[in-house]
C-alpha cells in the first residue's frame, strides 16, 4: 500500500498534533498525514480520571504566556474548556530545614523573606564582577559561581520541579540557553537584564506591564488538548494509529517511510518524536552521525492521594518542591484541587506526590503500595493529615524525561546542521530545545513557518521566567 502527502508527520504527540494545527490554520488545502503508534494521541500527556479525581500521569499544565499555545487552544476550540490557576494568587512553597517555607510573588518581597542570611543575599551582587566560566558548566558549577552556594537549594528545586533533573549534571547551556547567552555577552546576569529591561521598556513604553502568568488546563484534564487537535484530523486519511514507522530514508523527491503494512512517501518529513526514539529512527538513514546515539533520562512516577477536606489542612496554593539536601521520599507535591476545581469528588482534596527522578530511579521499583505509604508518611511531616488517604493510585511513567546533560549542547548543533543540510527534514519533540507544553509548540511553530516560507528560523535563545 502506498501513499503520497506534501507531509508527513511520525508522533501524534503535542509537537507532531501542533505542528498539523499550524499546517492546516495557515494552508487548509495542504495534504498531511500525521501517524502515532500508540492508539491514541498524546505522548507522555495522559489524564487520570477514576473515583470522581482527575491527576495527571504526564504535565500538570503550562502557563499562558505564549502565543503559539493560545493559538493552538483557539484552533482546538477550548477556549470554553481553559481553566487558569494565576501565579499571582496561588503561592508556591520549598521545603527547608524539614518545613514549608512560602516563595513571595514578587523580588522585593523575596529580597526581604527570611529565606536566606543577608550575607548571602548580598553574596547575589557579585555576579557582577564574576567572569562567565568557560566551556559548558553544570548548573550547580553555574549558579554557585555566579550567585553562590546559598543558592543551590533554590536552583535545586527549580530544576526539581522542571526536569526531575540533578543540577549537579544537567548543562546550563541545555537548560538555560538564554541565560548563558545573556551573560556571556554582557559578562553578568544582572547587568544583561538590565540592559534587557532598559531596552525593552524604550521599546514598549507605552504598553501596560504584564504581571504574572497563569497555570493552565482544561476541565477535563491536560489529555483534552491533544484529543481535541487529533480531532480535527480526519481518521486513517490524516492521522493513523497503532501505525509505527520502522524505517525513514530519502527519496529523489522527499522520503519513504515505511511502516509493518504502508510505503508512505512526502515532500516534507517531521519527526516529533522525543530526543532518543528520534535518534533510534534514523539510524540508517544515511545521515551524519550524531555526536552521540541518546542522552539520559529521568522517570517520575504521580502519587495521586485523595483526603477528606474536613480533616486534611492542605496549605493554599500551587504545591512545594524539595531539595536534595533535605532527604526527602518525595520530589514535590502538587495542591491539585485547590489550583483546579473540579479535580476531586465533593468534600474531598487531591494532592499529586512526585517520586523518583533523575537520582532516585530505584523508588519507581517498589511496589504501589510501598509507594503510597511512603510518599504518604513524607508528606504528613509538613502539613496536617490526621487520616491516611481515603483514595490512592501511583500513575507510573511510560516515557522518560530528556535530561540536557553532558553532550546536548552538540546534539542540538547537530539537528541544526541536519536542518541547514535538509530543507524536507524538521526535527521536534519532546526533548529538542526545551520539555515544556509551550517549548514544544514554540518548535512546532518554526517547522510549520520553515515549511510554509521556506525559510529557516533558528530564532534566538528565550530567556525563560523562573517559578517553583
Known amino acids: 500500500m502506498n501513499s503520497s502527502k506534501d507531509v508527513l508527520i511520525i508522533g501524534a504527540g503535542l509537537s507532531g498534533l501542533a505542528a498539523a494545527t499550524f499546517l492546516k490554520h495557515k494552508q487548509p488545502d495542504i495534504s498531511l498525514l500525521v501517524i502515532e503508534r500508540e492508539e491514541q494521541p498524546g505522548g507522555a500527556v495522559r489524564s487520570h480520571l477514576e473515583e470522581g479525581y482527575l491527576a495527571e500521569g504526564g504535565p500538570h499544565?503550562?502557563?499562558?504566556?505564549?502565543?503559539?499555545?493560545?493559538?493552538?487552544?483557539?484552533?482546538?476550540?477550548?477556549?470554553?474548556?481553559?481553566?487558569?490557576?494565576?501565579?499571582?494568587?496561588?503561592?508556591?512553597?520549598?521545603?527547608?530545614?524539614?518545613?514549608?517555607?512560602?516563595?513571595?510573588?514578587?523580588?522585593?518581597?523575596?529580597?526581604?523573606?527570611?529565606?536566606?542570611?543577608?550575607?548571602?543575599?548580598?553574596?547575589?551582587?557579585?555576579?557582577?564582577?564574576?567572569?562567565?566560566?568557560?566551556?559548558?558548566?553544570?548548573?550547580?558549577?553555574?549558579?554557585?559561581?555566579?550567585?553562590?552556594?546559598?543558592?543551590?537549594?533554590?536552583?535545586?528545586?527549580?530544576?526539581?520541579?522542571?526536569?526531575?533533573?540533578?543540577?549537579?549534571?544537567?548543562?546550563?547551556?541545555?537548560?538555560?540557553?538564554?541565560?548563558?547567552?545573556?551573560?556571556?555577552?554582557?559578562?553578568?546576569?544582572?547587568?544583561?537584564?538590565?540592559?534587557?529591561?532598559?531596552?525593552?521598556?524604550?521599546?514598549?513604553?507605552?504598553?501596560?506591564?504584564?504581571?504574572?502568568?497563569?497555570?493552565?488546563?482544561?476541565?477535563?484534564?491536560?489529555?483534552?488538548?491533544?484529543?481535541?487537535?487529533?480531532?480535527?484530523?480526519?481518521?486513517?486519511?490524516?492521522?493513523?494509529?497503532?501505525?509505527?514507522?520502522?524505517?525513514?530514508?530519502?527519496?529523489?523527491?522527499?522520503?519513504?517511510?515505511?511502516?509493518?503494512?504502508?510505503?508512505?512517501?512526502?515532500?516534507?518529513?517531521?519527526?516529533?518524536?522525543?530526543?532518543?526514539?528520534?535518534?533510534?529512527?534514523?539510524?540508517?538513514?544515511?545521515?551524519?552521525?550524531?555526536?552521540?546515539?541518546?542522552?539520559?533520562?529521568?522517570?517520575?512516577?504521580?502519587?495521586?492521594?485523595?483526603?477528606?477536606?474536613?480533616?486534611?489542612?492542605?496549605?493554599?496554593?500551587?504545591?512545594?518542591?524539595?531539595?536534595?539536601?533535605e532527604q526527602r521520599f518525595a520530589l514535590g507535591t502538587l495542591f491539585s484541587s485547590h489550583m483546579f476545581p473540579g479535580r476531586a469528588p465533593e468534600g474531598h482534596l487531591l494532592v499529586e506526590t512526585l517520586v523518583g527522578g533523575r537520582r532516585h530511579p530505584e523508588r519507581l521499583e517498589l511496589p504501589d503500595e510501598e509507594i503510597v505509604a511512603r510518599a504518604y508518611e513524607d508528606i504528613k511531616q509538613l502539613m496536617e493529615l490526621p487520616d491516611p488517604p481515603v483514595f490512592s493510585r501511583v500513575l507510573r511513567p511510560r516515557w522518560g524525561i530528556p535530561q540536557m546533560e553532558e553532550g546536548y549542547p552538540a546534539l542540538l548543533a547537530w539537528r541544526n546542521q541536519m536542518h541547514e543540510m535538509l530543507d524536507s527534514l524538521h526535527i521536534c519533540g519532546f526533548g529538542w530545545q526545551g520539555i515544556g507544553i509551550n517549548d514544544m509548540h514554540k518548535e512546532a511553530w518554526k517547522v510549520a513557518k520553515r515549511i510554509l516560507s521556506g525559510v529557516q528560523d533558528g530564532g534566538t535563545a528565550e530567556i525563560k521566567g523562573v517559578y517553583f
Not at 530526543?275 to 551524519?288: F, K, Q
Request: glycine letters at 8%; a positive charge.
Open 61 to 325: 499544565g503550562f502557563l499562558d504566556n505564549c502565543l503559539e499555545s493560545r493559538v493552538l487552544i483557539h484552533e482546538a476550540g477550548l477556549a470554553n474548556e481553559v481553566e487558569k490557576a494565576p501565579l499571582s494568587k496561588f503561592v508556591r512553597y520549598i521545603c527547608l530545614d524539614g518545613k514549608l517555607n512560602l516563595i513571595p510573588q514578587s523580588p522585593g518581597k523575596i529580597i526581604k523573606a527570611p529565606l536566606m542570611s543577608w550575607p548571602a543575599k548580598f553574596r547575589v551582587m557579585a555576579d557582577l564582577w564574576k567572569k562567565p566560566l568557560p566551556d559548558e558548566p553544570t548548573v550547580a558549577e553555574w549558579i554557585e559561581h555566579r550567585f553562590g552556594k546559598a543558592m543551590l537549594p533554590f536552583a535545586d528545586a527549580v530544576f526539581t520541579g522542571t526536569y526531575a533533573g540533578d543540577i549537579e549534571r544537567l548543562k546550563i547551556e541545555g537548560v538555560m540557553p538564554g541565560l548563558r547567552k545573556l551573560e556571556l555577552e554582557h559578562g553578568s546576569v544582572l547587568r544583561g537584564g538590565i540592559a534587557k529591561m532598559l531596552a525593552a521598556r524604550k521599546e514598549k513604553k507605552d504598553k501596560k506591564r504584564k504581571g504574572l502568568p497563569a497555570m493552565t488546563s482544561f476541565r477535563t484534564g491536560m489529555a483534552r488538548l491533544p484529543q481535541a487537535m487529533a480531532a480535527k484530523l480526519i481518521p486513517n486519511q490524516e492521522i493513523m494509529y497503532r501505525t509505527a514507522a520502522r524505517s525513514v530514508e530519502q527519496t529523489g523527491n522527499g522520503w519513504l517511510v515505511r511502516t509493518g503494512q504502508l510505503e508512505l512517501h512526502a515532500r516534507h518529513l517531521i519527526i516529533a518524536l522525543p530526543v532518543n526514539r528520534c535518534l533510534e529512527l534514523l539510524v540508517g538513514a544515511g545521515l551524519p552521525e550524531p555526536p552521540m546515539q541518546s542522552i539520559p533520562e529521568a522517570k517520575l512516577a504521580t502519587v495521586a492521594m485523595g483526603f477528606a477536606a474536613d480533616k486534611a489542612q492542605v496549605p493554599f496554593g500551587f504545591g512545594y518542591l524539595a531539595p536534595e539536601q
